[in-house]
């Protein structure tokens, strides 16, 4: 995997989030494709693995990764001065062929990878609705950058629902009177959505998946999915991030 | 001195001869390592191509999770996913048009399935040698690996090398345990080289949700000083060459390998995390430092 090493823009905390800008020529990342990521001035190789994130925003030659910290491959990558080596943008991302209106979902804190869809579909005019949970809780501070982030978008709290997916989806609305539902969030989410379109409206659903190689060759980030009428799995980095729901077997 | 030199800093400084075939370089993907999506370049690099593991019949593969992240390392349990025998020799020019001589791996359940894949990949012209992959179930002997003792090994590489009838090269790839008693079998049995050492068995526990997470085999630089002495100990038992394979990140890495007694060494999980052709770079580095060529480290190691 050929990593770049880039320049850190910026590093902003907000709660448990950190977004991190760095300087990028190279390919443009589309919505809904990640990068790898690890920390450049980490010596050796613990943590193994690089850490595939979802591009957050690209403008001009500033990519914005936007994760939570987690664990200690998380924390290293947060910390100051860490540098940085990325990948280039990598995978199938969202598929914005149709026209609108659609709306993006995100549920828990994994929002990430909506602020660049949301981007590119206001520069082609295409309308749409925002829709993002801020789950039980989340930092204040994260909330806030939600608010500042996403300018028009909705944000549900979700904190005492019994059922939080189901608590965004009502929001939402009237499935059927969009054309394509994006959908970004936990495991919980991307289930609900999957199954309150089917049949209703089309959507697209961004799945985070553990990855080892992110090329295509070790079949780490398999995702269940039917083909002709047969369960088989498909490759999260290469054949994904993005699946549509119904291809999805679960 | 100069002569010397020059020819030191130059390709065939790098070559080595494994089993008759000349590879152009000491480094081989592992299998499962090196996918089709990403061979441009690979003939700078490489000195063989090795595709992912190949069986009879198509296999779907394990139930998500396949992965876990291990200290300085990786565990897998992918299952073998596969599109079977046939699919795959449809597939195989992407591999075989790269232009380095191709291996290909294979697992049966039974021996019966190792000796029918080697007859057909006999008369397959494309294909320079086989890599028996022994770290699949025995589904004869009660599921435990054909690694779980020298005869059952004995065994898988008698029938593939009868069914191959001298036309092509016989590798075995061997787990860590039991690996020298399994390598001699091997050789008695034919083989005509051994891979040393697959992914180690390995174990991941959720203490938060007090379950099993994952049930795999360890790989990466965790596992690096365990095949090392694999390597070095088989080296001194058998007479065939071994391929030396398990945690290789660096240039330094396959030296090592190389001075223990690897005749080649495969590259894995360090692919994912480093780019195999700056461990080459760093490889030739080393011997132009050392006044040394690849095919002069074996034995160069001192007591």
């Known amino acids: 995997m050929k990593l770049h090493p880039v320049e850190v823009l910026g590093r902003e905390e907000h709660g448990r989030h950190v977004l991190l800008r760095y300087r990028w020529t190279g390919e443009a990342p589309r919505p809904g494709q990640f990068v790898m990521a690890r920390p450049q001035n980490h010596a050796g190789l613990d943590p193994f693995l690089p850490r595939p994130l979802f591009a957050h925003d690209h403008e001009g030659e500033t990519v914005s990764l936007l994760f939570e910290v987690r664990g200690r491959g998380t924390a290293l990558l947060a910390g100051e001065d860490a540098g940085l080596l990325v990948s280039a943008p990598l995978g199938r991302g969202f598929g914005t062929e149709g026209s609108g209106p659609v709306a993006l979902i995100g549920g828990g804190v994994w929002v990430s990878p909506l602020k660049l869809l949301s981007r590119r579909l206001k520069g082609s005019g295409v309308g749409h609705d925002v829709y993002l949970e801020v789950p039980e809780g989340a930092p204040e501070a994260y909330a806030e950058f939600l608010r500042t982030r996403y300018e028009s978008a909705a944000l549900i709290e979700t904190g005492g629902a019994s059922d939080p997916p189901r608590a965004v989806l009502d929001r939402v609305g009237e499935l059927s009177g969009y054309a394509t539902l994006y959908v970004s969030g936990t495991a919980e989410t991307l289930q609900a959505a999957k199954h309150a379109a089917e049949g209703v409206v089309s959507a697209q659903l961004a799945l985070r998946e553990r990855m080892a190689c992110a090329n295509g060759s070790c079949y780490g980030c398999a995702v269940p999915v039917w083909e002709a009428g047969e369960k088989t799995y498909r490759r999260a980095c290469v054949e994904g991030p993005v699946f549509r729901a119904e291809a999805l077997a679960w | ?303």
């Open chain 2, 1 to 303: 001195m100069v002569a010397r030199s020059e020819n030191l800093v130059g390709p065939q400084a790098l070559a080595v001869e494994l089993c008759s075939i000349p590879l152009r370089t000491p480094l081989i993907p592992a299998a499962g390592t090196l996918g089709k999506e990403v061979l441009d370049g690979a003939e700078d690099v490489y000195g063989a191509m090795l595709p992912k593991t190949v069986t009879p019949r198509p296999r779907a593969g394990n139930p998500p999770p396949r992965l876990a992240e291990a200290p300085s390392g990786m565990i897998n349990s992918i299952g073998l996913q596969n599109p079977g025998l046939d699919r795959f020799l449809e597939d195989l020019d992407a591999f075989y048009t790269v232009g380095l001589p191709l291996f290909v791996s294979v697992a049966g359940d039974t021996v019966g399935e190792f000796a029918s894949m080697c007859e057909t990949l006999a008369s397959e012209t494309r294909v320079s040698a086989i890599e028996l992959n022994l770290s699949c179930p025995n589904v004869e002997h009660g599921g435990g690996t054909f690694c779980a003792s020298p005869s059952t090994v004995g065994d898988a590489v008698a029938a593939s090398k009868g069914a191959l009838a001298g036309a092509k090269p016989v590798f075995v790839k061997l787990t860590n345990d039991g690996v020298v008693g399994n390598a001699v079998a091997a050789e008695e049995a034919g083989a005509d080289a051994v891979t040393v050492i697959n992914t180690i068995p390995a174990l991941v526990v959720d203490a938060g949700e007090r379950r099993v997470f994952l049930r795999g085999g360890l790989s990466g630089p965790a596992i690096k000083p365990v095949a090392l002495r694999a390597v070095y100990e088989v080296s001194r038992a058998v007479n065939i060459p071994v391929i030396g394979c398990g945690g290789v990140a660096s240039g330094t890495d396959v030296a090592e390998f190389m001075l223990a007694g690897a005749t080649a060494v495969q590259v894995g999980a360090g692919g994912f995390v480093r780019e195999p052709g700056a461990m080459l770079a760093e490889f030739a580095e080393y011997l132009r430092g050392a006044g040394l060529r690849a095919g002069d480290l074996a034995g160069a190691l001192g007591t």
